[in-house]
Nanobody, 120 residues
Framework: QVQVVESGGGLVQAGGSLRLSCAAS????????MGWYRQTPGNERELVAT???????NYADSVEGRFIISRDNAKNTVYLQMNSLKPEDTAVYYC??????????????WGQGTQVTVSS
């Protein structure tokens, strides 16, 4: 089994910054893609940013230039540095981790989510 735990959410004023962290643990053989998604009430979960094991990144247009995704492979951890935050960034942010278990089975695990609230 693979566990994913996020941290770092909170309340911040518009224009401010927050850094989210997400650590994966358990029966992990390798991790490929790691990413952040967000969801607001009544809406579908949407992609924020992803990063592959080789470091290739992908961002939603709405966060391009403001958010930076990075990872520490030695710690099975992914980060999301969020700058110039806007009220519309308010959402529950979820971490997603994809890879192989020690049994060489594919896994795709979600964290429990962390609330980010940006006040105007």
């Amino acid at each position: 089994q693979v566990q994913v735990v996020e941290s770092g959410g909170g309340l911040v004023q518009a224009g401010g910054s927050l850094r989210l962290s997400c650590a994966a643990s358990g029966s992990i053989f390798s991790i490929n893609r790691m990413g952040w998604y967000r969801q607001t009430p009544g809406n579908e979960r949407e992609l924020v940013a992803t990063i592959t094991g080789a470091g290739t990144t992908n961002y939603a247009d709405s966060v391009e230039g403001r958010f930076i995704i990075s990872r520490d492979n030695a710690k099975n951890t992914v980060y999301l540095q969020m700058n110039s935050l806007k009220p519309e960034d308010t959402a529950v942010y979820y971490c997603n981790v994809q890879g192989l278990t020690t049994m060489r089975a594919l896994f795709r695990s979600w964290g429990q989510g962390t609330q980010v609230t940006v006040s105007s």
